[in-house]
């Protein structure tokens, strides 16, 4: 029923408007109909307009006939009132108006009222739109009536198991289905959707998938939509036959169909048919062509593989793994073969080849010989080559059009390829857009194409990679990132690169855990684009248990407007190589030490400051077609100093000669080191931060002694690759990346000097081998050492010098013995290997390999100071006669001058095996790293000990007392046990830090 006032006559799909009776008339007075207007199809407005025509016209004349009053004919002159807008929820009122062509004081007219519900209509937000008209005495009121489209609230997956809901999502986003929370419901969205999710499951091996669709409303207007799936039986891979392939067998043909081959180990015998891959329909006829192909490769041009029967079935028998009846579907794939003969490549011809004329240069593009059988894929990739090298020479329209010639009797296939080569372009104009800071100069210095040159496509991707290597923008592709605009009548390219730039300026607080610097926190800045001029600035200060580290540093990367890069670093750094103590806040205390093995490591304190210089240039001609190469020269100059935290250590670093005329303590304190670092460096990484691809080698040799007091050679080598993965089903956008690192690295001292201890290799933590702990993968040595052991008696009392005066304290022993520490090595060779797989933004899991050796390959880098050893054996040791609280008749112990590795510790191979979660934290801008690591080699043996004097000797060093027999034993048992050395079995560890 209609309020009072209003008398609207409609049919299904029919709106009439009606005029409200004046004041003080009847409500039969007058009614005018307006045209009747649809709200819903077209055909319904054929249909209403035929109404109109032939029943409207009665209707009128009976009504008018049953009133009295006469009534005013529509667009008398009569204006409009401010249109009214009911039943509008989410859209504003503003909204609706601003669509209606009718306003406020306009002359009231039919057809324009009709714009305006047609307007309304085409916008798609409504269910229900209705225009009714009130007369009143000032004006003739419009009001617009709407019903809202509902809006979705909540989309809901019932019983999907097959897929996540992220790939649903990922599926709908790629196949351009809207259909999203808080959107408008529209019934032929979720159609659609339907369709898609079926496609998706379809894929996943759920061919016989059934989607209901349940709408739910949601007071006042909003629906909530669940998707309830019955996913099916699923459809695996069955049984793949061939027929007519009498050529190649069964297992080859199925190993080429990379989609529906069973997973197992592909040219077993036995485990051929290890686990069936899901059926996915759309991807038969892929795997179709690449059974073609693999033929092709063969020398069978001609073969035909018909289309593929497939034949569902029940599963049937037996799981070899659950001993259970199969269940689900199996779909068997059978595809007919004619496989032609096979032929040979007789030979490949040019024509058309107007720039080129040497015909040798563009048959070797192609790799593969004449006489060969014809392989239809290398010689694709030849194809491809030599329109890359007709690119480097300017021809960008270049094509090459294969037409085969066949000789069936001898079997030949000849390759004449026509060539059109266009004509070479110049480059015009080099532009770039979205560098809003960094300037064109600084883009321009890295590009290896000038204006005006003839184009170069080899040149162009090169210059994109090393402006991607700058780290100033985000990764950039040649095919994505860069545009080219010809010019055919006057022969120019305009080039384009877009760029999008990275912040410069990188402000914040970094911290963490590492091995080697223990817990630390720190602020530091840096900006990689200095006034966007590709200049480097940075300033860093760390703090921490374990480390603390000041520096400031300013990089020009074009010295006076030429490709010289100049560094400078001043800096000041004081580190606690402490192996026990860099896990202290994660764990408490070292989980693979005890405080036994602990005391036999190297463990000390060493403080640094000074300053360094590097220049370096690129090679522009030197592997120019693959990468950015440079060599570069680095001076450096430091002052630094060491504290001892162990006896052991003391000894190494007091007795070993890497300084001349300087012994014992002295050592220690104001060592100066001047170092000169040549080096090399070739770089074809695709970014320089987590690369995806290329490859990188960097070789330096750091020559120490000119202008300080210590003096080492030291060579260092490393070599990392990157692969993207593509081509795989699970991988198939080559997002994930499979790396290694290959390092090599020695030290040796001349001169007469050995290498200073503090820069002896140690290997072992998150940097190279993770598994173990830092700096703990180190040969051993036994370091001689004077100890003095209380004469005791056998009830466990001390002898006292003087029993009247025990002011004077108890007799001590001086005894020569041996101490197993860890020595370091003088080369190492470490091998990594990872394969990252992204899950999230700034979010990555890894497999990983690490392998590593430390060791002394040669002996005479041991070699002890004279001045330090005789302090050592000049004493006298033993006390065999005791006579009122003095001894006598002690003797001296001649030390070798060199120093053996332990048998056993030095050519260790050690090895870990694990996973790990890297996080990329946005303010403290580092890696953020969990590990689990298995270590299947390692160090794990008993160590004899190793007494500086024969047992004899050694027992003569105690009188023959009761207290003499009683500390001797109690000394041989001290000083003469084995060592016991375990490294760690598996390790779990966090750390912000990187490995390679």
């Known amino acids: 029923m209609e309020p009072a006032g209003r008398d609207l006559v409609s049919s299904e799909g029919v709106r009439i408007f009606t005029v409200k009776r004046e004041s003080g008339s009847s409500l039969n007075d007058q009614t005018t109909p307006v045209r009747p207007r649809f709200s819903r199809s077209r055909l319904a407005s054929a249909l209403v307009a035929v109404a109109c025509a032939t029943v409207g016209a009665p209707l009128l004349t009976s009504n008018a006939e049953a009133q009295s009053a006469p009534v005013p004919a529509p667009g008398s002159g009569q204006t409009l009132c401010q249109p009214q807008v009911i039943g509008n929820r989410r859209i504003p009122k503003e909204?609706?108006?601003?669509?209606?062509?009718?306003?406020?004081?306009?002359?009231?007219?039919?057809?324009?009222?009709?714009?305006?519900?047609?307007?309304?209509?085409?916008?798609?937000?409504?269910?229900?739109?209705?225009?009714?008209?009130?007369?009143?005495?000032?004006?003739?009121?419009?009001?617009?009536?709407?019903?809202?489209?509902?809006?979705?609230?909540?989309?809901?997956?019932?019983?999907?198991?097959?897929?996540?809901?992220?790939?649903?999502?990922?599926?709908?986003?790629?196949?351009?289905?809207?259909?999203s929370v808080e959107s408008q419901y529209d019934p032929t969205k979720i159609k659609r959707a339907e369709v898609v999710l079926a496609e998706l499951l379809g894929e996943h091996g759920h061919q016989f998938a059934t989607i209901r669709t349940e709408v739910k409303n949601i007071p006042p207007a909003a629906v909530a939509i669940t998707f309830n799936v019955k996913e099916g039986p699923t459809v695996k891979v069955g049984k793949i036959q061939f027929q007519g392939n009498d050529s190649l067998s069964d297992r080859t043909l199925r190993n080429a169909m990379k989609n529906l081959r069973p997973v197992?180990?592909?040219?077993?015998?036995?485990?051929?048919?290890?686990?069936?891959?899901?059926?996915?329909?759309?991807?038969?006829?892929?795997?179709?062509?690449?059974?073609?192909?693999?033929?092709?490769?063969?020398?069978?041009?001609?073969?035909?593989?018909?289309?593929?029967?497939?034949?569902?079935?029940?599963?049937?028998?037996?799981?070899?793994?659950?001993?259970?009846?199969?269940?689900?579907?199996?779909?068997?794939?059978?595809?007919?073969?004619?496989?032609g003969s096979r032929y040979r490549l007789g030979g490949v011809t040019f024509t058309g080849n107007k720039a080129v004329t040497?015909?040798?240069?563009?048959?070797?593009?192609?790799?593969?010989?004449?006489?060969?059988y014809f392989n239809a894929t290398q010689f694709g990739k030849g194809i491809e080559q030599l329109r890359k090298a007709y690119g480097e020479l300017g021809y960008i329209n270049f094509v090459g059009t294969p037409v085969p010639r066949i000789d069936e009797a001898k079997k030949l296939i000849y390759l004449d390829i026509d060539i059109d080569e266009g004509k070479p372009f110049y480059v015009s104009r080099i532009e770039f857009t979205g560098n809003s800071i960094t300037r064109d100069k600084v883009i321009r210095r890295e590009l290896l194409l000038e204006e005006g040159q003839i184009y170069n496509s080899r040149l162009w991707d090169l210059s994109i990679l090393r402006l991607n290597q700058l780290n100033y923008f985000e990764a950039l592709k040649a095919d994505q990132d860069s545009e080219s605009r010809q010019n055919t009548d006057d022969g120019t390219v305009d080039l384009l690169l877009k760029l999008k730039e990275k912040g410069k300026n990188s402000i914040g607080l970094n911290g963490g855990i590492s091995g080697l610097s223990g817990t630390f926190i720190g602020l530091n800045y840096e900006t990689n684009n200095f006034l966007g001029l590709g200049e480097t600035l940075s300033v860093q200060a760390n703090i921490g248990d374990l480390s603390r580290n000041l520096s400031f540093g300013f990089t020009e990367p074009y010295l006076r407007n030429k490709p010289i890069s100049l560094g400078v670093q001043v800096f000041t750094s004081k580190y606690d190589y402490n192996p026990a103590k860099s896990y202290s806040i994660s764990q408490g205390a070292s989980?693979?030490?005890?405080?036994?093995?602990?005391?036999?490591?190297?463990?000390?304190?060493?403080?640094?400051?000074?300053?360094?210089?590097?220049?370096?240039?690129?090679?522009?001609?030197?592997?120019?077609?693959?990468?950015?190469?440079?060599?570069?020269?680095?001076?450096?100059?430091?002052?630094?100093?060491?504290?001892?935290?162990?006896?052991?250590?003391?000894?190494?670093?007091?007795?070993?000669?890497?300084?001349?005329?300087?012994?014992?303590?002295?050592?220690?304190?104001?060592?100066?080191?001047?170092?000169?670092?040549?080096?090399?460096?070739?770089?074809?990484?695709?970014?320089?931060?987590?690369?995806?691809?290329?490859?990188?080698?960097?070789?330096?040799?750091?020559?120490?002694?000119?202008?300080?007091?210590?003096?080492?050679?030291?060579?260092?080598?490393?070599?990392?690759?990157?692969y993207p993965m593509k081509g795989l089903r699970i991988n198939k956008e080559g997002h994930n990346v499979l790396g290694y690192r290959l390092q090599f690295a020695h030290i040796t001292g001349f001169g007469g000097e050995v290498a200073p201890p503090a820069n002896r290799i140690y290997t072992g933590g998150e940097s190279d081998v993770r598994g173990f702990d830092v700096r703990s993968s180190s040969p051993y040595t036994f370091i001689p050492n004077k100890v003095l052991f209380n004469l005791t008696n056998p009830d466990g009392t001390v002898v006292p010098r003087d029993p009247t005066n025990p002011v004077l304290g108890n007799v001590q022993i001086p005894l020569p013995i041996y101490r197993l520490v860890s020595i370091g090595g003088d080369t190492s060779f470490t091998a990594n290997l990872e394969y990252r797989i992204p899950i999230a933004n700034q979010v990555t899991f890894a497999f990983f390999t690490d392998f590593g050796m430390t060791f002394d390959l040669q002996p005479g880098q041991l070699k002890q100071n004279a001045s330090g050893l005789s302090t050592i054996s000049s004493p006298s040791y033993g006390c065999p006669t005791f006579v009122n609280g003095a001894c006598f008749g002690g003797q001296q112990v001649a030390f070798p001058i060199q120093l053996n590795n332990v048998p056993g510790t030095n050519y260790v191979p050690r090895m870990s095996n694990g996973a790990e979660l890297q996080v990329i934290l946005p303010i403290v801008n580092a890696p953020f790293r969990l590990y689990y690591a298995y270590n299947p080699l390692r160090l794990y043996k008993d160590v004899p000990q190793q007494l500086a004097v024969d047992n004899a000797t050694f027992r003569s060093f105690f009188p023959n007392t009761g207290a003499g027999l009683y500390s001797y034993a109690q000394a041989l048992q001290f000083y003469g046990a084995d060592y016991t050395l375990r490294e760690p079995r598996k390790t779990f560890r966090l750390s912000v830090s990187t490995t390679f």
Not at 306 to 331: H, I, M, W
Not at 358 to 372: H, I, P, S, Y
Request: charged residues 20%.
């Open 591 to 722: 989980a693979n030490l005890s405080a036994a093995q602990t005391s036999q490591l190297t463990n000390y304190n060493q403080s640094t400051t000074g300053l360094s210089l590097s220049l370096s240039q690129p090679l522009r001609h030197l592997f120019a077609h693959t990468g950015v190469t440079r060599v570069g020269v680095t001076y450096s100059l430091s002052r630094s100093s060491i504290t001892t935290f162990n006896d052991n250590t003391r000894n190494v670093f007091q007795s070993l000669a890497f300084r001349s005329g300087v012994t014992g303590q002295n050592q220690l304190n104001g060592i100066i080191t001047s170092i000169l670092s040549p080096s090399f460096s070739f770089s074809s990484l695709d970014r320089a931060v987590g690369p995806h691809g290329g490859r990188d080698f960097n070789v330096s040799m750091a020559v120490a002694g000119a202008g300080g007091n210590v003096k080492y050679i030291q060579p260092v080598a490393a070599y990392r690759q990157f």
């Open 358 to 372: 040497n015909t040798k240069v563009l048959r070797a593009q192609f790799t593969q010989k004449d006489g060969e």
């Open 264 to 339: 197992g180990i592909p040219h077993s015998i036995i485990l051929e048919n290890l686990f069936a891959r899901t059926f996915d329909a759309s991807k038969l006829d892929e795997d179709t062509e690449r059974v073609r192909a693999a033929y092709r490769e063969r020398g069978y041009f001609k073969v035909i593989p018909s289309e593929a029967q497939v034949k569902v079935r029940d599963a049937g028998g037996l799981n070899p793994f659950t001993l259970r009846p199969s269940t689900g579907k199996r779909a068997d794939i059978l595809i007919p073969i004619e496989e």
């Open 95 to 179: 909204s609706v108006l601003a669509r209606l062509f009718s306003h406020q004081g306009d002359l009231y007219d039919p057809a324009l009222i009709e714009r305006d519900f047609n307007s309304l209509w085409n916008t798609g937000y409504f269910d229900d739109v209705r225009i009714e008209r009130e007369d009143t005495p000032a004006c003739i009121q419009i009001v617009v009536i709407v019903r809202e489209k509902p809006t979705i609230r909540e989309i809901n997956y019932k019983g999907v198991n097959a897929v996540s809901q992220s790939d649903i999502l990922d599926r709908f986003k790629k196949a351009k289905v809207a259909l």
